[in-house]
């Protein structure tokens, strides 16, 4: 038997490929992804632009994936097959200094699937039992596969603690920006402002809780600034943004390599806090696998695109040339 697999075999060469059933090793479990969304990082990963300590090639992609436990290894206990399920991409060594001080996600050994060890793009996943998280009945799939981003999300507003009745600015109108209103939202700010680059973007945005919209400038005066834009002017434009004393969140990854310019002067006189986030932590994994079953966080509704694991090559288009109103872009793999 075989199953399919997303591979990028180096740079610029995408396929998909038939593979070896892959099989549970002792404390490990297989699963089939049934949802995998793409984001702008897996376009990083086919254009060799992500920094080489976090890849291997060849890859298979799929960091955001959601599915079934297939088969469990040796000594897994408490899952069992057909159990709806997600399980985090980054994983902890759970000894390290780091892991140890629940801040998984710079564990000393980085490894995470989709970039390092095989994705969630194709009909099997092998992952330690450990990362694994089940999800209820009566939670879509297709929600389900978008817990990986948000956990990116709400393991960087949990750095920043914001308080509620905020005014609050997202820079950036993509899938990490649209996620950043969803989930700002658990804590009411006053105001909720997205300063996009699209004006398809806006009703998605406000669909989402945001009360504006702007593309030019955006104003200023803001408690919280989020920057999920990834761009390098993004960073500049949301410290420009908050009010003397603010806190800036930055969640967008700039190119590799690329550098950042600023006002010498312009954190200390403001009093500015910067703050960045990589990845996720295994806690903020939890809360919102826990947000998805209670019933209060439904993400699906962002994806506004969704293609069968064969017509990667449209998914990817539309990922790197948006055409209208754009969230996110899911594969359907196996199917919910
Ligand atoms: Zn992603
Ligand atoms: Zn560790």
């Not at 001080?101 to 390092?116: K, L, P, Q, R, S």
């Not at 990116?152 to 600015?169: D, F, I, N, S």
């Not at 908050?242 to 010498?264: C, W």
Request: net charge negative.
């Amino acid at each position: 038997m075989t199953r399919r697999a997303l591979v990028v075999e180096q740079p610029g060469a995408i396929a998909v490929v038939e593979r070896e059933e892959l099989r549970p090793g002792p404390g490990e479990v297989v699963a089939r992804p049934a949802y995998c969304g793409l984001c702008g990082t897996d376009l990083d990963l086919l254009g060799g632009n992500v920094d080489a300590a976090f890849v291997r090639y060849p890859l298979t992609l799929g960091h955001e994936w959601s599915g079934r436990i297939e088969a469990v290894g040796e000594g897994v206990t408490g899952i069992e097959p057909g159990q709806r399920c997600v399980a985090e991409g980054i994983i902890p060594c759970g000894v390290c200094a780091s892991c140890l001080a629940g801040a998984t996600n710079v564990c000393e050994i980085y490894d995470e699937v989709g970039f390092t060890r095989e994705g969630g793009a194709g009909d099997q996943i092998l992952v330690p039992a450990r990362v694994v998280h089940a999800i209820d009945d009566s939670v879509p799939l297709l929600d389900a596969a978008i817990v990986e981003p948000s956990a990116v999300v709400l393991t960087g507003l949990e750095k920043v603690r914001p308080e509620p009745g905020m005014r609050v600015l997202v820079v950036g109108d993509g899938t990490i920006a649209l996620l950043a209103v969803l989930l700002v939202g658990l804590w009411s700010p006053v105001e909720l402002v997205v300063a996009g680059r699209r004006a398809e973007q806006e009703e998605l945005a406000r669909e989402l809780g945001a009360t504006g919209f702007t593309l030019g400038p955006p104003p200023v005066g803001f408690d919280l600034a989020i920057e999920a834009a990834g761009a390098t002017d993004a960073v500049a434009v949301a410290l420009g943004a908050v009010r003397r004393g603010g806190t800036v969140l930055q969640l967008g990854l700039p190119p590799a390599g690329s550098t950042l310019q600023l006002p010498g002067d312009l954190l200390v006189n403001n009093d500015l806090t910067l703050a960045a986030s990589f990845g996720y932590t295994s806690a903020a994994w939890a809360r919102v696998v826990s947000l998805l079953n209670a019933g209060t966080f439904r993400p699906g509704r962002i994806v506004t695109h969704t293609y069968g694991l064969d017509e990667f090559e449209r998914a990817l288009a539309e990922l790197a040339e948006p055409t209208g109103r754009r969230g996110k872009i899911m594969l359907e793999v196996t199917g919910g």
